[in-house]
């Protein structure tokens, strides 16, 4: 796995805010998609560092990481389709990523397209939000390229 070209991916994806915001579906949200969870509402009104931000993203991202190899055996697939796994784990978290059964039946038969193809028809292929298509096109076109 290329850890620095996940993290660009995922933090470009996600940019990055300093100060927090409800994001969409109405929840607290700071540094690079970092859900605040009710353990960490000093978050809600704390203005954050770069040191901040890197060290949330970083623990962040070792739980999607972590959560894709639930998903998928890293060494059983192609590194950059696991890319697409991670940032998959992050965006969604581990739960929803489990829903995607067919995407892990084609990535189990390193079958690229198949998986790709699985993306786009996903509920996220047929949003409506022009932020999600595009990166979830973005996602597939990687998964394709694998």
Request: glycine share 4%; hydrophobic share 40%; net charge negative.
């Amino acid at each position: 796995m290329n850890i620095v070209r996940l993290r660009n991916s995922v933090s470009s994806h996600e940019g990055i805010r300093y100060e927090a915001y409800e994001d969409t579906k109405g929840l607290w949200t700071t540094g690079i998609g970092h859900l605040i969870r009710h353990d960490e509402q000093h978050l809600i009104t704390k203005k954050l560092t770069n040191a901040d931000v890197d060290v949330i993203f970083t623990t962040d991202l070792n739980v999607a990481i972590d959560d894709a190899r639930k998903f998928i055996t890293e060494s059983d697939i192609n590194e950059q389709a696991f890319e697409v796994i991670c940032e998959l784990s992050f965006w969604l978290g581990l739960p929803k990523l489990l829903m995607f059964k067919k995407l892990r039946e084609a990535l189990r038969q390193k079958d690229y397209d198949t998986a790709a193809d699985e993306l786009l028809d996903s509920k996220l292929g047929r949003s409506e939000t022009e932020g999600i298509v595009k990166r979830i096109n973005h996602l597939a076109e990687r998964m394709r390229s694998a």
